[in-house]
Each structure stands twice: as C-alpha cells, then as structure tokens.
C-alpha cells in the first residue's frame, strides 16, 4: 500500500494507493476521526453499483456503520442540479447532521458531484473519495468539487477537500477500454505539465500498463497523483500555479459541452486538448517540436488526437469565452513550453486558436 499526504495544514489529508484498499476503509476512516457514531452516506452511479456498492458497503457495515446509499445516473449527466437536487433531498430525509460524512464511489462525475453536496449541505460537511475508475486518480485529489450548467462545464462548484482518499486498484480491472484510455489522459497531463521522466517512464510502459500490470499500475498512480498533491499543496485554490493542471481543459471543456456531455467522454476532450495546446505552443512560437510527441503518447494509450466530429469554430470559441479559467473576457490557455514544463498564457491571439480548432477539425 503507498501512502501519500496532502499537505494543507489543518485540512492536510491521506491518499491511500494499492490492492484492496477499501478492505481497510474502516481503519482509514477512524484515523480520520469518523467513527461509528457517525451516520455514513454514500453515492455511487449506476455503472458502478452492481460491481462495488454491496462489497464497500458490507465492509462498513460489518465495521459497525450506519451507511444510507444512493444511486445516481451513470455519466455527466448526474453532473446536473436536478440530480444534485435530488441528492440533497435524500440527504435530508436521511436524517444527516453536521457530523455525518457522505461518501463518493465512483468516478469523477460521482466524485464532483457528491463533493459538492457535501460541500453545500449545512454548509459543509466530511466527505471522502473511493475512486473507481482510472480518470478519477486527478479528480478525487485536490477538492475541486462542482456540477454542470448547459453553457460552461463545472462552473457551479467549491473548493471542499475530502478527509481521505481510499484508491483501490482492484476497481480499475472492471473498467471498459474506453474509460481505462481516459483515465491514461489524466496521467499523461500530469506528465506533460510537470515530470519529463514520467513521460518517457508512461512511453516505455504503455503495453504493459494497458494491461494493467499491479506493480506498474499502483507506481503509475503514485507518481501521477504525485504532481498533483505537489501543485494543490503550493495552490489550494487556483490563484497561481494550480491552473497548470488544466492543460488540454479549455479546449476539451468546449467539445464537451457542445457535445452535451454525451459524444466525448472527459479524457477524451482533453487528451484532444492537450493536442490543441500543443499546436498553439508551436503557432505562438512557444515551443518547438512538441505536438507529435505528444499525439505519439496519446496513441499508445489508445486516445484520439482529432476533432472527428462537425462542431463549429465559432461555436467552441464562443464556449471558451464561458470558461470559469477566462479573466475579463481574455481566454486562458495552459500551453506547453517543452516536454514536462508549461506555463499560463493569456495574451494568446484569437485568431491562433482558430487556426489550431481548424487543424485539429482536419484531422490526420
């Protein structure tokens, strides 16, 4: 088992990485200070309850905990305020108080979304993340927590750290190809942005990895999350260097929200992303030879590099332009100055970013 720690002072808070991780769950949860004499509710989706919600539920249980659970839609759509309406609502008939804590099974949009509820109930609650899939090793670390409105992805939100982390990766072993490539986008970011050892390290184990290997998989999480304990210790809130961590974001915000949440899943939009800020790094004259390397990487992992879908220029422009990342009406980008390093611009032309939506619109 690996252990890391966020460290935020007073809220600083364990991650907890490796194979049957949850079966310690109780223990984790005591050492964080909710014990049995506290209510537990716990949301999980539909993709994810018939496959884990008896198992963690019964370990907590035969712990001595009263746990309450709800199921919500699988996908972005649970990132809605009907569905966090409705939580609230169960929330309350439950009967939680202030020192209840509500748990996340699930993937990001679980996670973001139970966040959130916990954030806003009583004003704020305990609430832990048990990550299920591979995308959520980014999502579940850092307290980013939010749901969606139809113009701006995650743009209704809080910041609302979990008292732990419990990562088992015994979870990722049923996950689907797809969601497993778009979990290996999240950790290519996280490469990308900060660790060119890392990059190389992902390039050299891509076959294995894909295979999900024990030992390469729980080191693969541990250096991803890694950065972004690095960067959230240094910029709990995003007033600075935390806004790196949305490289491919503008971009893959924009796809999925005019896409409904529906055609791209979130690892897809950014891996796509990442493209886009690498194209731009080279049109800006930023940087110099990086989007092949980069499209090169995504491959291994089985991502798409390309818009292969008809979505206006104007239309994706237009959404950037709602990103909570923009200051003033000025987009935002995070783009690449070499291979483990970007930096945040916001004097990008406009014009640029035409160009690279048109390019990447083009195809291969």
Same mark, same amino acid.
């Given at each position: 088992?690996?252990?890391?720690?966020?460290?935020?002072?007073?809220?600083?808070?364990?991650?907890?990485?490796?194979?049957?991780?949850?079966?310690?769950?109780?223990?984790?949860?005591?050492?964080?200070?909710?014990?049995?004499?506290?209510?537990?509710?716990?949301?999980?989706?539909?993709?994810?309850?018939?496959?884990?919600?008896?198992?963690?539920?019964?370990?907590?249980?035969?712990?001595?905990?009263?746990?309450?659970?709800?199921?919500?839609?699988?996908? +972005?759509?649970? %990132?809605?305020?009907? $569905?966090?309406? /409705?939580?609230?609502?169960?929330? @309350? #008939?439950?009967?939680? *108080?202030?020192?209840?804590?509500?748990?996340?099974?699930?993937?990001?949009?679980?996670?973001?979304?139970?966040?959130?509820?916990?954030?806003?109930?009583?004003?704020?609650?305990?609430?832990?993340?048990?990550?299920?899939?591979?995308?959520?090793?980014?999502?579940?670390?850092?307290?980013?927590?939010?749901?969606?409105?139809?113009?701006?992805?995650?743009?209704?939100?809080?910041?609302?750290?979990?008292?732990?982390?419990?990562?088992?990766?015994?979870?990722?072993?049923?996950?689907?190809?797809?969601?497993?490539?778009?979990?290996?986008? +999240?950790?290519? %970011?996280?490469?990308? $942005?900060?660790? /060119?050892?890392?990059?190389?390290? @992902? #390039?050299?184990?891509? *076959?294995?990895?894909?295979?999900?290997?024990?030992?390469?998989?729980?080191?693969?999480?541990?250096?991803?999350?890694?950065?972004?304990?690095?960067?959230?210790?240094?910029?709990?809130?995003?007033?600075?260097?935390?806004?790196?961590?949305?490289?491919?974001?503008?971009?893959?915000?924009?796809?999925?929200?005019?896409?409904?949440?529906?055609?791209?899943?979130?690892?897809?939009?950014?891996?796509?992303?990442?493209?886009?800020?690498?194209?731009?790094?080279?049109?800006?004259?930023?940087?110099?030879?990086?989007?092949?390397?980069?499209?090169?990487?995504? %491959?291994?992992?089985?991502?798409?590099?390309?818009?292969?879908?008809?979505?206006?220029?104007?239309?994706?422009?237009?959404?950037?332009?709602?990103?909570?990342?923009?200051?003033?009406?000025?987009?935002?980008?995070?783009?690449?100055?070499?291979?483990?390093?970007?930096?945040?611009?916001?004097?990008?032309?406009?014009?640029?970013?035409?160009?690279?939506?048109?390019?990447?619109?083009?195809?291969?």
């Amino acid at each position: 088992m690996e252990r890391l720690e966020v460290q935020l002072g007073e809220r600083s808070y364990p991650i907890w990485i490796g194979p049957g991780a949850v079966q310690q769950l109780p223990d984790h949860l005591h050492e964080a200070g909710i014990g049995t004499n506290r209510k537990l509710f716990m949301i999980t989706d539909e993709n994810v309850a018939p496959l884990h919600l008896d198992d963690v539920q019964g370990i907590l249980k035969r712990a001595g905990y009263q746990v309450v659970t709800a199921v919500v839609p699988g996908g +972005e759509r649970a %990132k809605s305020l009907d $569905i966090y309406g /409705e939580m609230m609502t169960k929330v @309350l #008939e439950a009967g939680l *108080d202030r020192k209840s804590a509500i748990l996340a099974l699930g993937g990001g949009v679980v996670g973001d979304l139970t966040g959130f509820v916990a954030a806003t109930y009583m004003r704020g609650v305990d609430f832990i993340q048990i990550p299920t899939t591979l995308l959520a090793h980014d999502s579940s670390v850092g307290g980013k927590v939010a749901v969606n409105h139809p113009l701006a992805k995650n743009i209704i939100g809080a910041f609302h750290q979990p008292k732990l982390v419990c990562y088992d990766t015994n979870f990722l072993k049923t996950l689907p190809p797809r969601e497993l490539a778009a979990g290996f986008a +999240e950790m290519i %970011k996280h490469g990308l $942005i900060w660790d /060119e050892q890392f990059v190389g390290w @992902l #390039e050299e184990h891509a *076959d294995a990895l894909w295979n999900l290997d024990d030992s390469l998989l729980q080191e693969a999480l541990y250096r991803a999350c890694s950065v972004k304990v690095a960067v959230v210790s240094q910029d709990e809130r995003e007033n600075g260097i935390r806004a790196i961590l949305n490289l491919g974001h503008t971009f893959g915000h924009s796809f999925e929200s005019l896409l409904h949440y529906e055609t791209l899943n979130h690892g897809e939009g950014v891996a796509i992303g990442m493209v886009g800020a690498a194209l731009l790094a080279e049109k800006a004259g930023l940087a110099q030879d990086i989007s092949n390397r980069t499209i090169g990487l995504l %491959k291994k992992y089985h991502l798409p590099t390309s818009l292969q879908m008809d979505l206006s220029i104007d239309g994706m422009v237009g959404v950037m332009h709602h990103d909570k990342k923009g200051e003033s009406g000025q987009l935002v980008f995070i783009v690449p100055r070499k291979i483990g390093e970007v930096e945040i611009r916001k004097d990008i032309d406009e014009n640029l970013v035409r160009e690279v939506l048109s390019k990447l619109k083009e195809g291969e």
